[in-house]
């Protein structure tokens, strides 16, 4: 055909800059599957194994609010507090690559399903839990986990119970969280022969993903703990459920803070 560009080269960045593979770091990717996780099981939206001795969460932001049944009422507020949901239910058998605190091996995640005022990063107001398993299940299960009921939560914040089956796979940073300090260096070696607008791909994973990269779909945006340390990635929750127009929710931990202390960003297109 006339016109036609030359084929470029099909390279990714860690052909292209051999530094960028040095960048790899191991993921657990979870792949949820819709199903019926149990109680000790790992899972995406499923039952948690919930301690009898400590109530269930609830989100008592004033005005959380949902879009509801009529499209031209666009923002109902929901009074009063509203149980948390499920989100992530992750057994230390099923993640060998997450590490958990000292005498931990259960990391659970909660948040609300509702909105909560226009800030994205408020989007959901997540909950984060590190357990064993053993004290939950000697000390007892509690028997009634109460259900957000409808009008209670936004149905695109709430993932489908999905069972789990982790694999890994290495991992690398998106293109808007490249090392600035090497983009100098990088960027003429990226440069794209005339004729071509197509970036080469990044080999970043996307996914609901334990450790890692954040699979951000904005410029990056890394925590800092209360100390000054530059927090790492814990895991990402994308893809799976719809979090309305956004991209995903990324946790983060500091490993060198007494109590891991955690944070999270939310990014929206
Ligand atoms: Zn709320
Ligand atoms: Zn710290």
Request: glycine share 8%.
């Amino acid at each position: 055909m006339p016109g036609d560009a030359p084929e470029l080269p099909a390279k990714d960045l860690r052909t292209l800059i051999p530094e960028y593979a040095g960048l790899a770091r191991e993921t657990t990717l979870l792949n949820p599957e819709p199903g019926d996780p149990g109680v000790r099981e790992s899972s995406l939206g499923g039952k948690l194994l919930w301690p009898a001795d400590e109530p269930w969460p609830y989100c008592a932001q004033e005005d959380h609010w949902t879009f509801g049944s009529d499209p031209s009422n666009r923002t109902e507020i929901v009074p009063g507090a509203v149980p948390m949901v499920p989100i992530l239910q992750l057994f230390a058998r099923d993640v060998p690559g997450l590490e958990f605190p000292e005498g931990k091996d259960l990391l659970q995640l909660v948040w609300c399903a509702l909105m909560h005022e226009q800030d994205p990063r408020l989007l959901v107001m997540p909950q984060l839990y590190w357990r064993n398993e053993a004290e939950i299940v000697a000390g007892g299960l509690l028997s009634e986990i109460p259900e957000v009921s409808e009008g209670e939560y936004d149905e695109d914040n709430v993932p489908e119970p999905s069972t789990l089956s982790p694999t890994t796979a290495e991992d690398y940073p998106r293109w808007l969280d490249l090392p600035k300090d090497m983009w100098e260096t990088w960027e003429p070696r990226l440069r794209l022969p005339a004729g071509h607008s197509v970036w080469p791909p990044d080999s970043n994973l996307i996914g609901t993903k334990v450790g890692g990269w954040p699979a951000w779909t904005q410029p990056a945006d890394w925590p800092d703990c209360e100390s000054g340390h530059r927090m790492e990635h814990l895991l990402t929750i994308t893809g799976d459920i719809q979090l309305g127009d956004c991209g995903g929710v990324y946790f983060f931990q500091c490993r060198r803070c007494p109590g891991q202390p955690w944070d999270w960003r939310f990014d929206c297109h």
